[in-house]
């Protein structure tokens, strides 16, 4: 099983960017697929989900209306579009998978990927 998740990189506040996840050795289209970030210091936590059909969409309050999550089942790929990015939305940004509905609790996601960095400069 593998997450790689890429596009992170430095940005300025106001900016955007737009976060890959390509995944392999698992069925990917029966999983839900989320994206989390984890501060320096600070716990882990949802940023957003997909369902495994891409039919329905959950996001953080802090998040909802400046990133949008979408998947491609026929090429096995997550990504994450990031407007509107703040200095506090620094953090590395880890994809993961979880066999079930779209949830925002980390502990239902089977599968990690290694996460990229993103850092925004005010």
């Known amino acids: 099983v593998q997450l790689q998740a890429s596009g992170g990189g430095l940005v300025q506040a106001g900016g955007s960017l737009r976060l890959s996840c390509a995944a392999s050795?698992?069925?990917?289209?029966?999983?839900?697929m989320g994206w989390f970030r984890q501060a320096s210091g600070k716990e882990r936590e949802f940023l957003a989900t997909?369902?495994?059909?891409?039919?329905?969409?959950y996001y953080a309050d802090s998040v909802n209306g400046r990133f949008t999550i979408s998947r491609d089942n026929a090429t096995q790929m997550v990504y994450l579009q990031m407007r509107a990015l703040k200095a506090q939305d620094t953090a590395v940004y880890y994809c993961?998978?979880?066999?079930?509905?779209?949830?925002?609790?980390?502990?239902?996601?089977?599968?990690w990927g290694q996460g990229t960095q993103v850092t925004v400069s005010s």
């Open positions: 993961a998978a979880e066999n079930g509905l779209a949830t925002k609790n980390k502990h239902n996601y089977h599968y």
């Open positions: 050795g698992f069925a990917f289209g029966d999983y839900g």
């Open positions: 997909v369902t495994w059909s891409g039919s329905s969409t």
